[in-house]
């Protein structure tokens, strides 16, 4: 455990060597094994809007209800200051041959104190293959073990998506429990979410 002070509180250890978004000034583009990812951009918005509506991703991510285009044009404009002023590492996911857009990533939740984050992100329909899906994550968390500097990378995924449980285990997430009512529902239920994490050497 970490150490505490005389008041109880906990402090951080004093070499910390994780990075944060924000002292990333541009949005870099990183490829591997046929995907890539980039800042996003206008030419994007099609692609945003037909996968922030899909079915299966409205079932098992928070997405806003009534997703439009100008809705994806606003997420466009706003990834920049994510990264700045919010902490959020956003990417366009890409194909590495045409450079269009087939879905989107990011780390976010940073936390200082254990040098780790979560993970998050969607495909577009026709681009969900287990290979696309894994390089995706794969360079995902490579980013974020590599230039970021995290210790580990946490993941919740809903207790019925099972083709994220599977792609999670298959790149080297380890199922660590359950996560009680995670996520909200557009009913206003709560659901359980799988809890799993990555560490830089579990990363298959």
């Not at 951009?41 to 509506?53: N, P, S, W």
């Not at 940073?110 to 681009?127: C, W």
């Not at 919740?156 to 449980?165: C, G, L, Q, R």
Request: hydrophobic share 45%; charged share 25%; aromatic share 8%.
């Amino acid at each position: 455990m970490a150490p505490r002070t005389k008041t109880g509180a906990i402090e951080k250890k004093e070499e910390a060597t994780m990075r944060l978004p924000s002292t990333i000034p541009v949005i870099p583009t990183l490829t591997a094994d046929g995907v890539r990812l980039r800042a996003p951009r206008q030419d994007d918005v099609e692609v945003l809007v037909r996968a922030f509506t899909d079915d299966q991703v409205r079932r098992f991510m928070p997405v806003p209800p009534n997703y439009t285009a100008a809705d994806a044009q606003g997420f466009v404009d706003w990834v920049p200051r994510a990264w700045q002023q919010q902490e959020r590492a956003i990417f366009v996911i890409a194909d590495a041959a045409t450079d269009t857009c087939i879905g989107e990533a990011e780390l976010l939740s940073f936390n200082t104190l254990y040098d780790s984050a979560e993970i998050a992100f969607l495909l577009d329909a026709p681009a969900r293959r287990l290979r696309t899906s894994a390089a995706a994550l794969r360079l995902l968390c490579r980013f974020g073990f590599e230039h970021l500097q995290l210790g580990r990378i946490e993941a919740f995924a809903d207790i019925e998506n099972h083709a994220v449980h599977y792609l999670g285990l298959f790149v080297g997430f380890q199922h660590e429990g359950t996560a009680r009512a995670k996520f909200s529902t557009p009913d206003g239920k709560r659901r359980d979410a799988v809890v799993a994490a990555l560490l830089p050497s579990d990363l298959a």
